[in-house]
């Protein structure tokens, strides 16, 4: 998945530094080892007193240690987020962070104040996710990530639905684990991811304890009751045919390229021999009779400039061209001073560039594809370095749709006959990329924000792939079970999806027509200057054997 590269000692440093930190804050608070620090920073804790401390910052989780003046300890999933806002102060300004619990954290006296804001509300509205390609099945998109972590959010859910309902002592918040209980409040149900996959952090936690021996009867109720209510399965399986046939007519359009430059080599060949007969003829005139001779003497030789030396054309035809595949992506621009700045990325056609908040390009952030050169996945998390071929400075940027933004600018560049060069540092995460599975539809990856029941911000326009104007999810009773309503959801993108590659593919198939006519009138006219070149054959034999 990536291209080998020796960094210097001074990248691998640095990488060794983020592995430690993130080995150190995994411990400390007990989170998984695919949860890297992406930042960290000196804050405090307002409570009573503030509490003086630092606040790391993974994929998924708040985390935030203070031992001044006395331990203090608090770490939140992204997922129980309900709301962050700016609050003003007399001194300095503070984050308030409103989790589903009906807690709210107020963090200050940032020495990044700016900064910090942008990446919590960055992970919070875009929970960073990844897709792969099965190595079991090649050519299988694996879409079940989510699907793993049904089973276990659907057994702790039947547990506190067979007590009665969601339920527990309220400690402080520690993504679900901590004061002597689960916190008491249903965490809002996972977000469906870029891709169709992802993981977005532990559940926030559900109430009530126990044993789960006496709920295996609800348990597996519950699950067949979800199967059978809504299919997932089925459009999982027809996605993935979609998206197998694609590919194979992305790779049939590759293989009729290379057919004619075959036939383009074949043509050029042809012509040649039809040079060489040229000059065979002119020289069987001038040795067959005086006459002959004195007119080659007399007139100019204009076959020493037919042979021509063999010119590869470009028959490339991006069918992707032929609609609109513009994407807007939102990005955290790294600035000259290391500082952020929330933007979009739209990626058009033929080019990409920055656009501010308000939509307009920044003077200076655009590029062709081409220019290209190589695309650098930091050692620290979701960072992601454009580097091109001239003088231009680098483009730095952080996001949560990294495998989005590095799939699309390889597609995007091969598609104008260039590859550029994908490099990951040590200890950065790897994954697949240059892919039409993966590829993005027109549309925009970035989520709105705001506040519900649940919390978060739950936009479905961030998975990259165009909504219905009304979900299926949308015309259940208020009855229906929030399972069945994320499974509708989830299906919901599946056949958007689809609808989306079978576009691809018919586009595929008018530049397939296109390119198989003009191929079969290249080689009826190879056909014909072959059949010439035959019949000068024959004559020029006859004339030689009268000599």
């Avoid at 919070?124 to 079940?144: F, H, T």
């Avoid at 304890?209 to 809504?230: A, C, H, I, N």
């Avoid at 040795?287 to 028959?315: A, I, M």
């Avoid at 924000?449 to 739950?458: L, N, Q, S, V, Y």
């Amino acid at each position: 998945m990536a291209d080998d590269e020796n960094f210097d000692s001074s990248v691998e440093r640095k990488a060794l530094k983020m592995q430690k930190k993130s080995v150190e804050v995994q411990k400390r608070f007990n989170l998984q080892e695919t949860e890297t620090v992406i930042q960290d920073y000196f804050c405090s804790l307002s409570r009573t007193i503030n509490h003086t401390g630092r606040m790391w910052i993974t994929q998924n989780y708040v985390c935030f240690y203070s031992g001044q003046p006395f331990k203090i300890v608090e770490y939140f999933s992204f997922r129980r987020v309900v709301n962050i806002t700016e609050t003003p102060g007399v001194l300095s300004r503070s984050i308030t962070i409103d989790l589903n619990d009906d807690r709210t954290l107020v963090f200050a006296a940032f020495r990044h104040f700016e900064e910090t804001l942008l990446v919590l509300t960055h992970l919070w509205k875009n929970p960073p996710s990844y897709a792969r390609i099965s190595d079991a099945r090649p050519g299988e998109w694996d879409l079940g990530y989510m699907d793993r972590r049904d089973e276990a959010e659907m057994r702790q859910a039947a547990r506190c639905a067979s007590r009665g309902g969601y339920g527990g002592g309220a400690g402080p918040s520690t993504g679900g684990a901590a004061g002597g209980g689960r916190p008491g409040a249903a965490a809002p149900p996972p977000i469906p991811a870029p891709y169709g996959s992802g993981s977005y952090g532990s559940s926030g936690g559900y109430g009530g304890g126990g044993s789960g021996s006496e709920d295996s009867g609800f348990f597996s109720s519950l699950t067949q009751e979800r199967r059978t209510k809504v299919d997932l399965d089925t459009s999982k399986n027809a996605l993935r045919i979609a998206l197998d046939t694609r590919e194979m007519g992305a790779d049939t359009l590759e293989e009729l390229e290379r057919q004619r430059r075959q036939l383009d080599r074949i043509e050029h060949n042809v012509e040649n021999i039809h040079h060489n007969l040229d000059r065979g003829e002119r020289m069987i005139r001038g040795l067959e009779s005086v006459g002959g001779g004195l007119k080659n003497t007399f007139t100019r030789d204009k076959t020493k400039k037919n042979y021509r030396q063999y010119d590869e054309k470009d028959h490339h035809r991006d069918w992707q061209n032929r609609k609109n595949r513009n994407v807007d992506i939102v990005i955290l621009l790294k600035r000259d001073d290391d500082s952020f700045a929330s933007v979009r990325l739209t990626l058009e056609n033929e080019s990409f560039h920055v656009k501010d908040e308000d939509g307009n390009k920044v003077k200076g952030l655009s590029w062709s594809y081409d220019m290209v050169d190589e695309v650098v996945l930091r050692a620290r998390p979701q960072h992601v370095d454009v580097r091109f071929k001239d003088k231009t400075p680098r483009f730095r940027m952080m996001s949560a749709h990294v495998q989005a933004i590095v799939n699309e600018l390889v597609i995007r560049a091969r598609a104008l006959g260039e590859t550029p060069k994908v490099l990951f540092e040590p200890n950065a995460k790897q994954f697949h990329y240059g892919t039409y599975r993966l590829a993005l539809s027109g549309s925009s990856m970035s989520k709105a924000g705001g506040e519900g029941a649940e919390g978060g911000a739950t936009d479905a326009a961030s998975a990259g792939f165009i909504r219905p104007k009304i979900k299926a999810s949308e015309l259940l009773s208020q009855n229906a079970d929030a399972e069945t309503r994320r499974a509708l959801d989830m299906q919901d993108q599946h056949l958007d999806q689809i609808i989306d590659v079978v576009d691809d593919i018919h586009h595929m198939g008018v530049v397939m027509k296109e390119e198989i006519v003009d191929s079969t009138e290249q080689i009826d006219r190879i056909n014909r200057r072959v059949d010439h070149a035959n019949v000068r054959v024959h004559k020029s034999n006859f004339k030689m054997k009268k000599m």
